[in-house]
C-alpha cells in the first residue's frame, strides 16, 4: 500500500512493520488469545447462508474464515492495512480449503466498496484503529445494502483493578519500561478510542438500532507462566532479559494458570446497528 492510500500512515506503518510481522508469525497465538469473542460477535452479526460479509481489520483472516463458513452459499471479504497479516490469511484460507472468502490490501475509511455490495459488516477489534471513526463508519455504511447489518467488538475501559491492568503494571515495572515503543504505543491509543459508549454512538451516527452491550470474556496468554512470559518476551526481541526477571515475570502470570492455559478477566463491548432502509 502507497502512502496516498491511506488517511492513517502511523496505524499503517505498524501493521506493516515488526508488530504486524509479529501478529502474522504467531497467527495461532493471537487468535487463541481473542477466541472468547467470537460467540458475542457472530450471535451479534447474525450472519446466513448467502450473506455477502465484510471483515473489517480482519489480520490474519480467523473471523473472514468463520463468516465464510457461515455465509455457505455466499462469500466473505477481509480487509486490513497490513500486508504481511493478509499474506498469512490468504495462505491459511487456502490451506483450509476455502473457497468463499477473499482480501483486500486497504484502508477501509476510504477504500471504495462496491456500493451496497455488503449484507453484514463485522470487525473483532479493527474499527478502532481508524483515523476518524465518523468517516470510516459512514463509508462502511455506503457498502452496507439498506437494512445491513453491524456488528463489532472493541474494548472497554481497561480499569486499573482489571486483571490485565494489574499484569501488565506489573510486567512494566518489572522490565524497568516507562514507555512502550512508538509502535506499540501508537496501537494502544487507538485501541481504546472507541472504549466510550458515548463516543461509539457519536461515531455511528446515522446508523439505526443501535445497540452497545457490555461482555465479559477472558484472554488466553499461553499453556502455562513460563510460555506466556515467552511469548510476551517475543514482541521485543532485541531485548537481554535475565533469568531472575524473568522468573519474577512467570511468579506475576502464575496466580492465572488453569488447565486452559494462563487467563485473564477483561471486558468488551458488543456494538451492533443497521443501515437505515
Known amino acids: 500500500m502507497t502512502e496516498t492510500e491511506t488517511v492513517n500512515s502511523r496505524q499503517a506503518q505498524a501493521w506493516n512493520g515488526p508488530m504486524g510481522r509479529h501478529w502474522a508469525a504467531h497467527q495461532d497465538r493471537y487468535d487463541a488469545m481473542l477466541a472468547d ?3 458475542a460477535l457472530f450471535e451479534g452479526a447474525a450472519i446466513a447462508p448467502g450473506d455477502r460479509v465484510l471483515d473489517v481489520g480482519c489480520g490474519a483472516g480467523a473471523t473472514t474464515r468463520i463468516a465464510a463458513r457461515l455465509a455457505a452459499h455466499g462469500h466473505a471479504v477481509g480487509v486490513d492495512i497490513s ?40 470487525s473483532r477489534g479493527g474499527v478502532m484503529f481508524f483515523a476518524d471513526h465518523t468517516a470510516a463508519f459512514r463509508n462502511l455504511a455506503r ?48 485501541m481504546m478510542s472507541l472504549s466510550d459508549p458515548e463516543r461509539i454512538r457519536a461515531a455511528l451516527q446515522g446508523y439505526d ?25 517475543s514482541r521485543t526481541p532485541d531485548r537481554t532479559v535475565s533469568a531472575a526477571t524473568r522468573a519474577a515475570l512467570e511468579d506475576t502470570m502464575r496466580p492465572y494458570e488453569t488447565d486452559r492455559g494462563v487467563r ?14
Open 83 to 122: 500486508a504481511p497479516l493478509l499474506d498469512r490469511a490468504r495462505a491459511s484460507t487456502a490451506a483450509k480449503g476455502i473457497t468463499n472468502a477473499a482480501y483486500e490490501h486497504a484502508d477501509a475509511q476510504l477504500h471504495l466498496f462496491p456500493r451496497a455490495g455488503y449484507d453484514v459488516v463485522i
Open 209 to 233: 438500532d443501535i445497540n452497545v452491550t457490555p461482555v465479559p470474556v477472558e484472554t488466553m496468554w499461553g499453556q502455562d507462566a513460563a510460555d506466556a512470559v515467552g511469548f510476551l518476551l
Open 264 to 277: 485473564l478477566n477483561a471486558g468488551v463491548w458488543l456494538v451492533t446497528g443497521t443501515r437505515p432502509l
Open 37 to 39: 469473542v467470537n460467540d
Open 143 to 190: 457498502a452496507l445494502r439498506p437494512g445491513g447489518r453491524l456488528a463489532f467488538i472493541c474494548p472497554q475501559p481497561p480499569g486499573p483493578d482489571t486483571e490485565e491492568a494489574q499484569v501488565f503494571s506489573l510486567f512494566r515495572k518489572l522490565l524497568g519500561e516507562d514507555e512502550p515503543t512508538p509502535d506499540l504505543a501508537a496501537a494502544q491509543v487507538a
